[in-house]
């Protein structure tokens, strides 16, 4: 028997770190345990999207529009699987996202995004591609696919989690937990982390149907920054999602901060929105057992040490 596309991925990607905090358990008066991808291939759980796409599809040239953490991983992926690509970026993206795109090999697009949106700039290079396949860092149905790998792997911890909180902007990761965490036959709550400042995902989950940011929120959480939730992750969101905690900008910095100084992780701030989620609303998670996903680490040295001086 042919081993599945998500068995031939774990053979690939590294394991996510599982890190007990008593500090932070403590504080919020839950049994806690993080979920870090900040270890991952590239710094982020994106390389398990980004593999799963750059492996299973025919083109040798795939373009896509991200603020850094999908591109550099696709980049990589790529780059091992003997491909190219292009990645549309804002240009206010982290500098260093920006450089680890390059660094493998990839070619980093910059748009003014208050002048054309990151997508329609994607569109235009894939015009001027046709050859190419275009691929959405989160409305993909091998995105969440290979994001699927993380849910199967917190239903092997052996552990029993009430909660999963991970963040949300286009739904990926989350919608990929769910799928993972059901094919697994293991149903904790999941939970949506997702910026006030971008919150269409939350008032989409209320509202029971797709609602868009008229433009790119400018949230410190700049891998959140997204217009909506993706068509081929709605469907998995709307029913497998419990509830989404809206977070305000303070405490994702806060968040940030925290987990820097309690459980010495550096993360940057889309990553830590799961734990500003625990620190907005603690009442809705106290004395339950809840696995906090840090999606990844790749944030610029300047904005972390501003964030750490804060």
Not at 39 to 51: I, L, N, P, V
Not at 111 to 130: F, I, L, Q
Not at 169 to 193: D, E, F, K, Y
Not at 267 to 291: D, H, I, K, M, N
Request: glycine share 10%; hydrophobic share 40%; proline share 6%.
């Amino acid at each position: 028997m042919n081993p599945s596309p998500v068995s031939q991925l774990m053979e690939i990607v590294r394991p996510t770190t599982l890190i007990e905090s008593p500090r932070l358990s403590n504080r919020l008066g839950v049994n806690l345990t993080i979920a870090s991808e900040t270890f991952q291939h590239t710094g982020s759980f994106k390389f398990r999207a980004a593999y799963s796409v750059a492996s299973r599809v025919p083109q040798d040239l795939i373009i896509t529009a991200s603020s850094g953490n999908f591109g550099q991983a696709l980049a990589y992926a790529c780059g091992l699987l003997g491909k190219s690509c292009i990645v549309v970026m804002p240009s206010t993206s982290a500098k260093v996202k920006i450089e680890s795109v390059r660094d493998y090999g990839g070619i980093a697009d910059l748009t003014d995004v208050r002048v054309k949106g990151r997508n329609e700039r994607a569109r235009e290079v894939a015009a001027a591609h046709p050859e190419a396949y275009v691929a959405s860092p989160y409305d993909d149905p091998l995105v969440i696919e290979g994001n699927s790998s993380l849910g199967h792997e917190l239903a092997g911890t052996g552990r029993s989690f009430d909660f999963v909180v991970a963040p949300i902007g286009g739904g990926g990761l989350t919608s990929g937990i769910i799928t993972g965490l059901n094919r697994a036959g293991a149903h904790p709550c999941v939970v949506g982390a997702e910026p006030l400042l971008a919150n269409d995902a939350a008032r989409s989950l209320r509202s029971g149907t797709l609602v868009r940011n008229e433009a790119e929120p400018q949230t410190i959480a700049d891998g959140a920054r997204t217009i909506s939730l993706g068509n081929h992750n709605w469907p998995i969101l709307r029913t497998g999602l419990s509830h989404i905690v809206e977070v305000p900008e303070s405490r994702i910095i806060e968040a940030t901060r925290l987990l820097f100084t309690d459980t010495n992780l550096k993360s940057e701030p889309t990553g830590a929105l799961g734990l500003a989620a625990l620190l907005t609303a603690p009442e809705r998670f106290r004395g339950q057992s809840v696995c906090c996903v840090v999606s990844g680490g790749n944030v610029d040295p300047e904005v972390f040490r501003d964030i750490l001086k804060e």
